[in-house]
Every structure is written in structure tokens, then in C-alpha cells.
T-cell receptor
Framework: EAGVAQSPRYKIIEKRQSVAFWCNPISGHATLYWYQQILGQGPKLLIQFQNNGVVDDSQLPKDRFSAERLKGVDSTLKIQPAKLEDSAVYLCASSLVGTPLHFGNGTRLTVT | AQKITQTQPGMFVQEKEAVTLDCTYD???????LFWYKQPSSGEMIFLIYQGSYDEQNATEGRYSLNFQKARKSANLVISASQLGDSAMYFCAMRPNAGNNRKLIWGLGTSLAVNP
């Protein structure tokens, strides 16, 4: 089966600019996750969708981050405006309910 | 509070030897799942193995096995016959199976280097 697809693979932007990441989950996976992973740390959950509804966005900095999952399939994560501390790898994952998460290759964001 | 502890920031192993990566966890939940993921330098997070808290047998998946000791709250990953491609970060994670907060709790990871 095809895995979780993410794009772009790398992105370099200046602070205060905006950026968007795209994720296509494994077909049939109702649950989609966005994680932020800062170098040297474990992943931090930003937002979890169940179909197109938000299950958990308690750690999403809503003043600058937004995410949507239209039609319960693809998802986009946006940062506007970006800060230096947003430099990280952004990982998208999907799963069936109660099963292990399967991750995409991630987007490595550098904010200068 | 739920917590995952990986006490080994870095490990070295000779190619073809076995290595054990430690993971201890803290939870008051009775039903939970334990996961191990591998993250190569390229950045993707690869699922390796899963152990349910009620599983009586240790999980195995190819060269990976999970040494699950429930009373000690440990879930160590054993990699047998190490290969150069095993060099990566390894993360232990836990997720409760019930309740409203079913987020994955992650450890800080262990960096494994396999020497030729």
C-alpha cells in the first residue's frame, strides 16, 4: 500500500513569512496527525483529526498555526507568520483507530 | 503523570551483534500500548514493533523483539544481528487505550550507531 505522502521535503523561509505543508494519508485511515519535532527532541503533537473533525489541538499555537482536513482526506498545515523557533521537522501521520501510526517522510523547515 | 524514559542518549554496537535499547514508562492506566519507532537521519519515522499491555507474549517482528516486563514497567527493544542500516534514532512511545486523552507519549530517543 502507498504510504503517507508529504510535501515539500524541505523549506527555507525568512521569519514573518508564511508557509504551508501538505499531507496525503494512507487510503482509508480516518485519523490524521501533525507533529512538530525540534532537533534532539521527540515529536510533539500539534493537531489530530478524526475524519475532518478536530480531536485534539491543545498544543497548536493557534495565533500562528492553522490546519485543515477538507473532505476527511488530505490535510494542510500553515504557519503565518513564521518565527525562528518554528524551525523543525513537521511530520504527518495517519492510522486506523487504535492501530500504530504510520508517518510520512516529514518536511524540514528552516526559518532564518 | 504519564512518562516515557529512555536513559541511553547514545549507544554503539558492532555489526552482527545484538543490542538492547532501554525504555521505562510510568502510567496509571491498565490498558495501554507500547511502540518503538526508528528515525534515520533522513527524518522519516518508521514503525517497528507494538506491545499491548495485556499481551502475554513478547512481541517479535523479524530482527526486532520487545522485552516486556510489566511489573517493572519496562519495554526494552532488542535488535538482533545489527546491520549498518540500523544506525538511527530510536523512540519508545506509549498510548493509553481508554479515556479521553489517548495521545502518544514519546521518550527523548536513543541514538544507535552500528560500527562495521
Amino acid at each position: 500500500e502507498a504510504g503517507v505522502a508529504q510535501s515539500p521535503r524541505y523549506k527555507i523561509i525568512e521569519k514573518r513569512q508564511s508557509v504551508a505543508f501538505w499531507c496525503n494519508p494512507i487510503s482509508g485511515h480516518a485519523t490524521l496527525y501533525w507533529y512538530q519535532q525540534i532537533l534532539g527532541q521527540g515529536p510533539k503533537l500539534l493537531i489530530q483529526f478524526q475524519n475532518n473533525g478536530v480531536v485534539d489541538d491543545s498544543q497548536l499555537p493557534k495565533d500562528r498555526f492553522s490546519a485543515e482536513r477538507l473532505k476527511g482526506v488530505d490535510s494542510t498545515l500553515k504557519i503565518q507568520p513564521a518565527k525562528l523557533e518554528d524551525s523543525a521537522v513537521y511530520l504527518c501521520a495517519s492510522s486506523l483507530v487504535g492501530t500504530p501510526l504510520h508517518f510520512g517522510n516529514g518536511t524540514r523547515l528552516t526559518v532564518t | 503523570a504519564q512518562k516515557i524514559t529512555q536513559t541511553q542518549p547514545g549507544m554503539f554496537v558492532q555489526e552482527k551483534e545484538a543490542v538492547t535499547l532501554d525504555c521505562t514508562y510510568d502510567t496509571s492506566d491498565q490498558s495501554y500500548g507500547l511502540f518503538w519507532y526508528k528515525q534515520p537521519s533522513s527524518g522519516e519515522m518508521i514503525f517497528l514493533i507494538y506491545q499491548g499491555s495485556y499481551d502475554e507474549q513478547n512481541a517479535t517482528e523479524g530482527r526486532y523483539s520487545l522485552n516486556f516486563q510489566k511489573a517493572r514497567k519496562s519495554a526494552n527493544l532488542v535488535i538482533s544481528a545489527s546491520q549498518l542500516g540500523d544506525s538511527a534514532m530510536y523512540f519508545c512511545a506509549m498510548r493509553p487505550n481508554a479515556g479521553n486523552n489517548r495521545k502518544l507519549i514519546w521518550g527523548l530517543g536513543t541514538s544507535l550507531a552500528v560500527n562495521p
